[in-house]
Structure formats: C-alpha cells, structure tokens
C-alpha cells in the first residue's frame, strides 16, 4: 500500500503543480485517469478496522474515507476543476499521508 500511495501522492503532486503553476486547466482529465488507483487505495480502508482503532473513531475514519470518494465522484460528474483539486489536495492526500509521513517517522527523518 505503500508504494500506491506514493504513487498517487507523485501524480497529485504534478496535477496541483501542474495547475497553480502553469495554469494548466487538463484537471479533471488527469484526475479521472486516477480513478482505479484511487479506488484501490480508499478500498483497502474499507475494508475493516485495520489500524485497531477504537470503534467510533473507525466510524469517523470510515465516514471520511467514503466522503474522500464521494467528493472524487462528485467532481467528476460536475465538470469541477476547483472541487477535484480540493479533494485531491486536502481530502485524498489525508489518507496518502498516513502511508507516506509513517515511513518517514520510522525512517527517522
């Protein structure tokens, strides 16, 4: 699960960048491309209470990681340039970071 969320974190990173940067308006496009990987990677956060958590505490996780895709799915049938890059930027990247910033804390960095 790692490496797809590095995967995913590489491609927002250049859809974001690509956009704030170079006003580069192919948003929606890029992002739709991500769409297995995105389901893949929210899928397996669905699956059950992985991490062990406390029961409401999965219920809040859970009830964020379907919002995560329902703002996903929501941007897509909208057209919406600002809302995908919002979902991917705040909302999709919240879970990538739980992959990505837990390897650098136990890599000591």
Not at 71 to 78: F, I, K, S, T, V
């Given at each position: 699960?790692?490496?797809?969320?590095?995967?995913?974190?590489?491609?927002?990173?250049?859809?974001?960048?690509?956009?704030?940067?170079?006003?580069n308006?192919n948003?929606?496009?890029?992002?739709?491309?991500?769409?297995?990987?995105?389901?893949?990677?929210?899928?397996?956060?669905?699956?059950?209470?992985?991490?062990?958590?406390?029961?409401?505490?999965?219920?809040?996780?859970?009830?964020?990681?379907?919002?995560?895709?329902?703002?996903?799915?929501?941007?897509l049938?909208?057209?919406?340039?600002v809302?995908?890059?919002?979902?991917?930027?705040?909302?999709?990247?919240?879970?990538?970071?739980?992959?990505?910033e837990?390897?650098?804390?136990?890599?000591?960095?």
């Amino acid at each position: 699960m790692e490496e797809l969320a590095k995967e995913l974190a590489g491609h927002i990173n250049d859809i974001c960048a690509a956009f704030h940067y170079y006003k580069n308006e192919n948003v929606l496009d890029k992002s739709k491309e991500l769409a297995r990987q995105i389901s893949q990677f929210c899928n397996y956060f669905l699956q059950g209470n992985i991490f062990g958590m406390e029961e409401q505490e999965y219920l809040d996780f859970h009830q964020y990681v379907l919002q995560v895709l329902e703002d996903y799915m929501g941007a897509l049938e909208q057209r919406d340039m600002v809302y995908m890059l919002d979902t991917l930027d705040y909302g999709l990247r919240e879970l990538l970071n739980i992959y990505i910033e837990t390897e650098g804390v136990a890599d000591g960095e």
